[in-house]
C-alpha cells in the first residue's frame, strides 16, 4: 500500500510558477513509476508528467513540455511538479499517482486526494 498526499497548490497569476509536491508513504516509493495528471471542471482527467523509478526518464504532454518539469527524490518520496510560465488553461485540480510508467491513468495503482491549482489571467 502507498499513500499519497498533495500539497503546494493555489492561486497564482498567468507567467507564474507553482511547485506542486507529492509525498508518499512506505517504503516500496522506489519501485513505483509516478505521474502527475490533472482534471479541470467537466472534463476528463487527463495526463501531464511521469517519471520512472530512479528518475531517469520522464514524459510530459506536450500542453506543458518546456513548462513543467517533473522530479523526484526517492530518499524523501516525494514528486514533485515544478510549473513556469503558468496559463489560465492549466487550472485543474492535480493528482499524483503510483503505479506503472504511462501516460494512461488506468495503469496506475495509487492516488493522491488532489490540489487545486488555479490560475488567473
Known amino acids: 500500500q502507498v499513500q499519497l498526499v498533495e500539497s503546494g497548490g493555489g492561486l497564482v497569476q498567468a507567467g507564474g510558477s507553482l511547485r506542486l509536491s507529492c509525498a508518499a508513504s512506505g517504503r516500496t516509493f522506489s519501485t513505483y513509476g509516478m505521474g502527475w495528471f490533472r482534471q479541470a471542471p467537466g472534463k476528463e482527467r487527463e495526463f501531464v508528467a511521469a517519471?520512472?523509478?530512479?528518475?531517469?526518464?520522464?514524459y510530459y504532454a506536450d500542453s506543458v513540455k518546456g513548462r513543467f518539469t517533473i522530479s523526484r527524490d526517492n530518499a524523501k518520496n516525494t514528486v514533485y511538479l515544478q510549473m513556469n510560465s503558468l496559463k489560465p488553461e492549466d487550472t485543474a485540480v492535480y493528482y499524483c499517482?503510483?503505479?506503472?510508467?504511462?501516460?494512461?491513468?488506468?495503469?496506475?495503482?495509487?492516488w493522491g486526494q488532489g490540489t487545486q491549482v488555479t490560475v488567473s489571467s
Open positions: 517519471t520512472s523509478r530512479s528518475g531517469a526518464i520522464t
Open positions: 499517482a503510483a503505479g506503472v510508467l504511462t501516460t494512461t491513468p488506468g495503469t496506475y495503482d495509487y
